[in-house]
Each structure stands twice: as C-alpha cells, then as structure tokens.
C-alpha cells in the first residue's frame, strides 16, 4: 500500500515559538492532503484540506495564520504551528488522497506536539 | 449538520465476541470504513463498506445498512492486543472522511 511519511514523531517546543511537521507521500502522488488535529481521548478533527499548489482551505474555527499549511508539491505538504502556545498542545495527523482513487486515506504515523 | 454516533466505552472478555456500533447522517455517502487506533498512534484501516451487507475479514467483520445509516463492527476471538479506539467514519459526497468520536474498547482477561 501506499505510505505516507510523517515528521517529526514527537516534539518539544517552548511557548512562542514555531514549529513544522512534514508530510511526505513516498511512492505516490498526493493531489490532497489532510490535516487533523486529535486531543486526548477525542476523535480526529480536519483543520484544513489542501490541493497541491493552491491555498488551503480551513475548517470553521482554525485560524490560518496560526496554522500554515503548504502543499508546494505532489510528494510534501507540511503544517506550520505559528506562535505555539500550550493549547496547541495535540497529535496532529495528516492524511493523503490520490485523484484516482478519492475512496483511500492513507495516514501519516502522527506528531505529538508538546508546548511548554 | 452531519453526525456519527457510537458508544465512548466497551468492555469483553478476552476470548470472545463484542459488536460496536456506529449510525450516521450525513450530506451524502460514499462508504463507511473502520479504523483501529492505539494510544499515541495514527488510525490504521480496518474495512471499508460502500454496499449494504457483510464484509468478513479474518477475525474482522463489518456490517452496513444504508437504509439504517447503520454500520457494526464485529470482533472475534477477542485477544489482549485488540485493546484500542475504533473508530468509525463516513466519507460524505465530497469525498471528506466524517470522523465519529470512536469507541475505546477494554479487553480483560
């Protein structure tokens, strides 16, 4: 099956500062990427879709300038925690989708993200 | 809106049989799938449903009814490592995965 690679696996950063997880589609292209956020004990929630070289679109209540999202090519998109504070404290998981094949997510192994 | 609905908690015995359910409404359907979750770690896939019935896989199966909105999952021969969220999610007409809050199962010996 197809594999999605997720970087990093864990982190630790202090409060106001930044933080990038990457998303990289090994051996297929990914026109789209998802990206969730899951607190504990809480189900997985979209933040934001985005389609290889266009703007992200955001779920009702994420803000975008807080969480950048790019998606320069087919094979990486990667998630930019701006300003992190310790609310955005979170497993964040990304997902891929292939054109052809619109009915298959392929997950990436998740981040967790830790502010202090 | 849209909603998918399951139990937050189950508890069975290792050995034996447990059914979690999950019904749905959503703004279209383009199948029901099940993913397996541990602590800490992303969904892995488990079944995908686009067609009323029942999909046997292994010690696996899952059951859809669209009439219903209604889905299970069944799991036999339970074993101690199938402790784990499952999660069951609808993916709507614009082909967006719909997430239910997923059902933590407590397997005991």
């Known amino acids: 099956g197809a594999v999605v690679s997720q970087h990093p696996s864990w982190v630790i950063c202090k409060s106001g500062t930044s933080v990038k997880i990457e998303c990289r589609s090994l051996d297929f292209q990914a026109t789209t990427m998802f990206w969730y956020r899951q607190f504990p004990k809480q189900s997985l929630m979209l933040m934001a879709t985005s389609n290889e070289g266009s703007k992200a679109t955001y779920e009702q209540g994420v803000e975008k300038d807080k969480f950048l999202i790019n998606h320069a090519s087919l094979t990486l998109s990667t998630l930019t925690v701006t300003s992190a504070h310790p609310e955005d404290s979170s497993f964040y998981i990304c997902?891929?989708?292939?054109?052809?094949?619109?009915?298959?997510?392929?997950f990436g192994q998740g981040t967790r993200l830790t502010v202090v | 809106g849209q909603n998918i609905d399951q139990p937050t908690e189950m508890t069975a015995t290792e050995g034996a049989i447990v059914q979690i359910n999950c019904t749905y409404q959503t703004s279209g359907f383009n199948g029901l799938f099940w993913y397996q979750q541990h602590a800490g770690e992303a969904p892995t896939f488990l079944s995908y449903n686009v067609l009323d019935g029942l999909e046997e896989k292994g010690r696996f199966s899952s059951f859809l009814s669209r009439s219903k909105g209604y889905s299970y999952l069944l799991l036999k021969e339970l074993q101690m490592k199938d402790s784990a969220s499952y999660l069951c999610a609808v993916m709507d007409s614009n082909y967006q995965l719909i997430w239910g809050a997923g059902t933590k199962l407590i397997i005991k010996p």
């Open positions: 997902s891929a989708r292939v054109e052809d094949r619109p009915t298959e997510a392929f």
